[in-house]
């Protein structure tokens, strides 16, 4: 049986999906992978990239661009690995760092996933957990007081700004740029939900595997580089209306009538107002 299916969800990003598919086949060894290829619907060659360059991948070319959850659906549905490793297409893996991961799932039952360190390439290291939103840390995060206070473990709870990235701990919530998953955890929790096209998908699905007994962690025993937003950031305005459009849905999911009727009412009302504070300070910079 294959140890690691290795799904990637590209969109218009050829060369940074070249240098991920190289990582893959030069720096794994010791564990059997296959790796899933989900395209959609790039207008930059990325699909014949693969086809030519690398026909050992799994190339699933879509007509659309379905969206970030339902495209790694896709490719978790066709993937046989006993793990799935999500990685974005701007990971560039290191020698060793799939194999421990492996090894730390086989060693480590209750865990449902567990992330990796990722490094930006100037060698920083990115905050890539974060707890998950509770209308108080949304209430923090409003007030400026994470910025205010970035070493309180209770103002800056939400980023986890006091913390140094230099432990192995459970965490609530890893981002999927690169993320492994026990197959059974993913069995019995379900996929992506597809309603959270590009973001929270990752936070509502570590919700449910806490949910359901198992534990998500992070390990800075292994790195990889992450370029970070390779995709968004070529329609950044759209891509701060979806992540909030998204973080209010994810509060509809998981917090209404589960809280305080008044704090939640806040909390909505700060993630909205939040949304265009946002939108007006990347209009301004882009007349700069």
Excluded at 270 to 284: E, F, K
Aim: hydrophobic residues 40%; negative net charge; glycine residues 8%.
């Amino acid at each position: 049986m294959v140890d690691v299916s290795v799904c990637i969800v590209n969109w218009n990003t050829r060369e940074h999906l070249r240098e991920c598919l190289r990582s893959l086949q030069e720096n794994v060894a010791g564990v059997e992978i296959e790796v899933v290829v989900v395209d959609n619907a790039s207008a930059d060659g990325s699909a014949d990239m693969v086809r030519e360059e690398h026909p050992w991948v799994k190339l699933l070319a879509q007509d659309e661009n379905t969206g970030y959850a339902a495209g790694n659906n896709v490719a978790m549905w066709e993937a046989g690995g006993r793990y799935k490793l999500l990685l974005n297409a701007d990971i560039v893996v290191r020698p060793g760092s799939v194999e421990y991961l492996v090894d730390f799932l086989d060693e480590h039952e209750k865990a449902g996933a567990v992330a990796p360190r990722l490094r930006h390439k100037d060698g920083s290291i990115q905050r890539t957990c974060r707890s998950f939103p509770d209308p108080e840390v949304v209430l923090y995060e409003a007030l400026g007081l994470r910025r205010l206070f970035p070493r309180s473990r209770r103002f800056g709870k939400y980023r986890m700004s006091w913390w140094d990235y230099d432990d192995e701990r459970v965490v609530d919530q890893p981002m999927a740029s690169a993320l492994m998953l026990r197959d059974e955890a993913l069995a019995e929790v379900g996929p992506f939900d597809e309603s959270f096209r590009i973001f929270f998908n990752d936070v509502d699905l570590c919700r449910r595997l806490w949910d359901e007994g198992w534990e998500v962690w992070f390990t800075p025993e292994v790195e990889m580089l992450h370029e970070g937003g390779a995709s968004t950031r070529q329609v950044w305005g759209d891509m701060i209306v979806e992540s909030h459009r998204s973080l209010m849905a994810y509060y509809r999911k998981h917090y209404r009538g589960k809280v305080f009727g008044p704090v939640y009412g806040l909390a909505m009302a700060l993630l909205g107002a939040g949304m265009y504070v946002r939108l007006v300070g990347h209009a301004l910079r882009g007349r700069r």
